[in-house]
């Protein structure tokens, strides 16, 4: 029997990483209860972050992220499955208000934690201009490795 979910599990793992070479389809809700469809993201750089808003690590990484003009061309996608009003207080805190590339996405269902796998919080996800994945990280990330395969890439 344990042969039988170890086997399972590495499928699972090697169809996630099939599936979301290039940029997945998926829905959600933004903050401000608009739908957000992945199909009208059509060029990158993408970064898709996986965050919860009383992670200390998150809100040091999304601060950094939210004020570094080598992203200003980046587009960025937090996902939480934290509460809208959650989500909502946490971009009053941590996001600034001209910041115009950043997009919050309540995962209230877990959809989009079951398309990429989620194991941990944080977890990033970088795509390149052709939305095809370069790099993904789990835990924290430093904002100069995130440039480097953002420009690399």
């Known amino acids: 029997m344990l042969v039988v979910i170890i086997i399972k599990k590495q499928h699972r793992i ?3 990483r099939e599936n979301i070479k290039k940029l997945p389809l998926f829905e959600a809700k933004n903050i401000n209860d608009s739908l957000i469809k992945s199909d009208h993201i059509t060029s990158g750089p993408l970064i ?10 998150c809100q040091s990484e999304i601060t950094i992220l939210s004020s570094d003009p080598g992203l200003a061309n980046c587009s960025v996608c937090l996902v939480s499955y934290a509460t809208e009003d959650d989500c909502r207080q ?21 959809k989009l934690s079951e398309i990429f796998g ?18 993904s990280f789990i835990g ?12 690399d890439g």
């Open 14 to 16: 090697k169809t996630v």
């Open 48 to 57: 898709i972050l996986f965050f919860h808003p009383d992670c200390e690590i």
């Open 90 to 110: 946490f971009a009053l805190q941590y996001i600034p208000e001209n910041n115009q590339n950043i997009e919050i996405l309540i995962d209230s269902d877990y």
């Open 118 to 135: 989620l194991t941990a919080i944080p977890s990033f996800y970088l795509y390149g201009t052709d939305l095809n994945l370069i790099k």
């Open 140 to 151: 924290p990330v430093s904002i100069t490795t995130i440039l480097k395969y953002l420009t």
